[in-house]
């Protein structure tokens, strides 16, 4: 029994629709995609993601902005789609909403746990104005919890999407220039040392690909970056343990130019087994 997971921040899925996304979806082996970054209505984002998907969706208040989405193929009939979680609890001003999505999959390796994906869309945040820190760092406390209490009954959790943060030296192309940049703080960091250090949770792309530059999954829209493959790696499948064993392939499925791109972002496809 195996089960493929794609994540991928499609920078306005309405766009993404018109620029090329339709074809990636059709050519995925994915089971399961999460988006961030939808900045859609809800009742849209199942038209734009296609036939043969069932969608769940949770925009932002503040429109334009934000959103999250799971689409998982219509096929499988381990998830029940009306009864997903949207938000995370405690956090209710507008500027969270759209951020957070969870949906549960029952028993979908056959060893009798439920398996919950989460697609999250992290605050970006900007050091010059302190508000958009405030609101980052508020989420990650709580996320934080969250992670833990889903944890606690022994289900498979993996958290998807599009994080906003680079952990470690080996995720940002120029983390020297980048060092009191939003995003590469050590303050953000430290989150992720914890999480994946004291808490035990796994960064499955990290540990399949093994120590190395990226591969990355963002790249500016500035200068060349995209060519020069001078990118960050802020999109995770982060797991639990167990799961994370069951991972068997990872890869980005990156655009072969420039102008084929159809997201500022590429898809992380990990597969489980």
């Known amino acids: 029994?195996?089960?493929?997971?794609?994540?991928?921040?499609?920078?306005?899925?309405?766009?993404?629709?018109?620029?090329?996304?339709?074809?990636?979806?059709?050519?995925?082996?994915?089971?399961?995609?999460?988006?961030?970054?939808?900045?859609?209505?809800?009742?849209?984002?199942?038209?734009?993601?296609?036939?043969?998907?069932?969608?769940a969706a949770e925009a932002s208040q503040l429109?334009?902005?934000?959103?999250v989405a799971i689409a998982v193929r219509t096929e499988r009939e381990d998830v029940d789609l009306d009864a997903v979680r949207r938000g995370l609890p405690g956090l209710e001003e507008d500027a969270h909403t759209g951020?957070?999505?969870?949906?549960?999959?029952?028993?979908?390796?056959?060893d009798g746990?439920?398996?919950t994906v989460i697609s999250c869309y992290m605050h970006s945040g900007n050091v010059e104005k302190p508000q958009t820190m405030t609101d980052k760092y508020a989420f990650?406390?709580?996320?934080?919890?969250?992670?833990?209490?889903?944890?606690?009954?022994?289900?498979?959790?993996?958290?998807?999407?599009?994080?906003n943060i680079a952990h470690g030296e080996w995720d940002i192309k120029n983390w020297k220039g980048n060092l009191k940049s939003a995003g590469f703080l050590?303050?953000?960091?430290?989150?992720?040392?914890?999480?994946?250090?004291?808490?035990?949770?796994?960064?499955?792309?990290r540990t399949l690909h093994g120590d190395g530059p990226g591969p990355y999954t963002w790249?500016?829209?500035?200068?060349?970056?995209?060519?020069?493959?001078?990118?960050?790696?802020?999109?995770?499948?982060?797991?639990?343990?167990?799961?994370?064993?069951?991972?068997?392939s990872a890869q980005v499925d990156r655009a072969p130019s420039y102008d084929t791109r159809w997201s500022d972002h590429a898809p992380l496809v990990i597969s489980y087994s």
């Open 63 to 67: 429109k334009g902005r934000a959103g």
């Open 1 to 55: 029994m195996s089960l493929t997971i794609a994540t991928v921040n499609v920078n306005g899925l309405r766009a993404a629709a018109r620029k090329g996304m339709p074809e990636w979806i059709a050519a995925t082996t994915a089971d399961v995609i999460t988006l961030q970054e939808v900045r859609a209505p809800d009742e849209l984002v199942s038209d734009l993601v296609g036939e043969g998907w069932s969608v």
């Open 140 to 163: 990650l406390d709580v996320m934080m919890e969250r992670l833990e209490d889903l944890r606690a009954d022994g289900r498979h959790v993996v958290l998807t999407g599009d994080l």
């Open 99 to 110: 951020r957070w999505l969870e949906a549960d999959l029952a028993d979908p390796f056959g």
């Open 219 to 248: 790249w500016s829209q500035r200068g060349k970056a995209y060519d020069n493959d001078s990118g960050w790696r802020i999109d995770y499948e982060i797991a639990t343990p167990e799961l994370a064993a069951r991972a068997t």
């Open 186 to 205: 050590p303050e953000e960091r430290a989150y992720f040392d914890r999480l994946m250090g004291e808490l035990g949770w796994v960064d499955v792309h």
């Open 113 to 115: 746990k439920e398996l």
